[in-house]
C-alpha cells in the first residue's frame, strides 16, 4: 500500500510527460519536415532555382564552412568585398542568377538581388511582409521600433520621428531625395523639431572636439602616429548618443554605453559559438553577465526617465535632448488620441532609449571608420575633401549646420562609402500571408532575403566600375548615380520602415569628418589587414589602424 502510494507522484508525471513529450516531438517534426517540404514543393514547382532543402540543417553547415574558410585570413586591400562577407550568398547567385532559393535551416531563404523587387517588399504597399521576429538573446539588446510590427509600430514611428526629423534642417539625407513629395504629408508632426535638434548639434561638436583634441595629445608635431579608428570611433558615437539622448545625464548615458556595448560584444561570442534554442537560460558565466547587464541597464534607464517625468510634471523639463523629445511627442500623441494611459509605456521607451544606443552607435562608427580607410587608399579624394572642409569652415572655426549643407564632395565621398561598404549587408522580410512577387507565388513563411550589400556592388546596377571607389558618380545626387532609372542605394533601408535615424548619422559624419580633415592627414598603417565582417552592422575584423599627421 506504501509503495503504491509512492508510486502515484511518479504515475501522474508520467501520464501528463507523454503528451508533452509527444507535443513537443511533434512540433519539431512539423518544423524541420513537413513544414519545409510544403513550402519546397511550392517554389520548386514555379521553377525557382537554388538548393534543396537538407534536413534539418539546410545550408547552414555549407554557409560556416565558407564563413570559416572566408574568415581565414584577410583579404586583399579592395573594395569587392562581397565574397568575404557573404561567400554562401555569393556562390548562389553566381551559380544560379539573382532570384535563388537557400536554405539557412528549415525556413526557405530567398535572395532577391534585383533593385526593383527590393523596393516593392520594403514599400510593403499590400502589408505582405513584416520583419522577422528577433530571438531572445537580441531583445536584450535592443527591443524598440525595429521589433515592432503594424499598429504598435505605426504608433511608435509616429511619436519618435519627430526626435530625428531634420526635413527643416535641409540636410541632406537618403530619404529625401525620394520621399520629399510625401514628407510634408507624413512626416511633419507638432513639435518644432528645428529649434529642438539646433539645440542638440553642439553636442555633435563638442564630442568631435574632444575626438582630435585627443588625437592631438597621441601626435607629435613632427610625427605620426598610428591609431585604431575603429574603437575610436565607437567611443565618439557613444558620447554623441549619450549627449544627444540624455543632456545632463550624460555620466549616466556613457554607463549605459559601456554596458550596451558589452551586450554587442556578448552577442558576437553567441553567435560564433554553438547556440541552440533555450541555450540562454542555462546558468552559464556568460549568461549570467549578459542578465546583470540587462538588468543594470534597465535600471539605469527607468532611473533616467523616472526623474523626467517628475520634472515634467513639476513643468521644469525640457526637450532639448532625445528623451525630452521622445517624452513630449508621447504625451501630445496621447493626448491628441484621448487615452488616458500613454501610447507609449515605460518599457516600451527603455527600448527605444537601449535601441538608440545599439543602431546609433554602431551605423556612424562603421561609416566614419570606412570612410578613413578608403581615403587612405584614395589620398586624392582625402585632398579634394579637405580642401571643400578648409574652403567652408577654415582651419580653425568648427564645423556647424550651416557649412554642412555645403559640403557636397564630402556627401559624394560618404554616400559612394555607404555603398561599398553598406552598415548592414542584408535586409530579410517573411511573408506571413501568400503573395506574388515578379511573377513568382511565395507562400506563408518565406522569408525574402534582400542583399543590399550585392546590390550596391551589381555591374548591371552601378556599371563596370561597381567595385571602385568613385564619389563623382553622386555628383547629380542619388537618384541619378546608378544605370537604373529607378533608386538601387539601400544603406538605411528604403519605404516606411526606413532608419529613422539616417539624418542624424549623415550630421554626425559630417561634422566629425570634417573636424578630422581640418587638423589631420591620414594613411593606413602597415599593420592595417583588410576584413569587413558582418555582425549586426558590417565593422572591420581586424581593426582599422591608421597613421595620423598633424597638418
Known sequence: MAIGAALQPWSLLCFLGVPVALWWAWRVLESTWIIPRRLGRVLQAQSLPGTAYRFPFGDLKEFARLAAAARAKPMPLSHDITPRVHRLYHNIIS??????????????????????????????KLGHFRKRKNN???????????????????????????????????????????????????????????????????????????????????????????????????????????????????????????????????????????????????????????????????????????????????GGANNDDLLGLLMESNAAETKQAGNSKPIMTMDDIIGELKLFYFAGMDTTAVLLTWTMVVLSVHPEWQDRAREEVLRVFGKNNHPDLDGINQLKTVTMILYEVLRLYPPVVQLDRQAY??????????????????????????????????????????????????????????????????????????????????????????GLSPAYAHAPFPVSTLQPEHGAQIMLKRL
Request: proline residues 5%; positive net charge; aromatic residues 10%.
Open 95 to 124: 551559380e544560379h542568377g539573382k532570384i535563388a532559393v537557400t536554405w539557412l535551416g528549415p525556413t526557405p531563404r530567398v535572395i532577391v538581388n534585383d533593385p526593383k523587387l527590393v523596393r516593392e517588399v520594403l514599400a510593403n
Open 136 to 314: 531572445g538573446l537580441v531583445k536584450r539588446l535592443a527591443n524598440g521600433l525595429v521589433s515592432h510590427d503594424g499598429d504598435k509600430w505605426a504608433a511608435h514611428r509616429k511619436i519618435i520621428n519627430p526626435a530625428f526629423h531634420l526635413e527643416k534642417l535641409k540636410v541632406h539625407s537618403v530619404s529625401a531625395c525620394f520621399f520629399r513629395p510625401k514628407c510634408s504629408r507624413q512626416f511633419i508632426y507638432k513639435l518644432d523639431a528645428f529649434v529642438a535638434l539646433q539645440k542638440m548639434l553642439p553636442a555633435f561638436a563638442a564630442c568631435a572636439n574632444e575626438l582630435v583634441a585627443r588625437w592631438e595629445g597621441y601626435v607629435e608635431s613632427d610625427g605620426a602616429k598610428e591609431i585604431d579608428v575603429w574603437p575610436e570611433f565607437q567611443n565618439l558615437t557613444g558620447d554623441v548618443i549619450s549627449r544627444s539622448a540624455f543632456g545632463s545625464s550624460f555620466s549616466e548615458g556613457r554607463r549605459i554605453f559601456q554596458l550596451q556595448s558589452e551586450q554587442a560584444q556578448n552577442l558576437v561570442k553567441m553567435i560564433n559559438s554553438l547556440y541552440l534554442p533555450g541555450f540562454r537560460f542555462l546558468p552559464t558565466q556568460l549568461n549570467r553577465r549578459i542578465k546583470a547587464n540587462a538588468r543594470e541597464v534597465e535600471e539605469l534607464l527607468r532611473g533616467i526617465v523616472g526623474k523626467r517625468e517628475a520634472a515634467m510634471k513639476e
Open 433 to 522: 500571408r501568400e503573395t506574388e512577387l515578379g511573377g513568382v507565388r511565395y507562400p506563408a513563411g518565406v522569408v525574402l532575403s534582400l542583399p543590399i550589400v550585392f546590390i550596391h556592388h551589381d555591374k548591371d546596377v552601378w556599371g563596370e566600375d561597381a567595385g571602385e571607389f568613385r564619389p563623382e558618380r553622386f555628383a547629380d545626387g542619388i537618384s541619378k548615380a546608378s544605370k537604373l532609372d529607378s533608386p538601387a542605394f539601400f544603406p538605411f533601408g528604403w519605404g516606411p520602415r526606413i532608419c529613422v535615424g539616417q539624418s542624424f548619422a549623415l550630421v554626425e559624419a559630417k561634422m566629425a569628418l570634417s573636424s578630422i580633415l581640418q587638423r589631420f592627414s591620414f
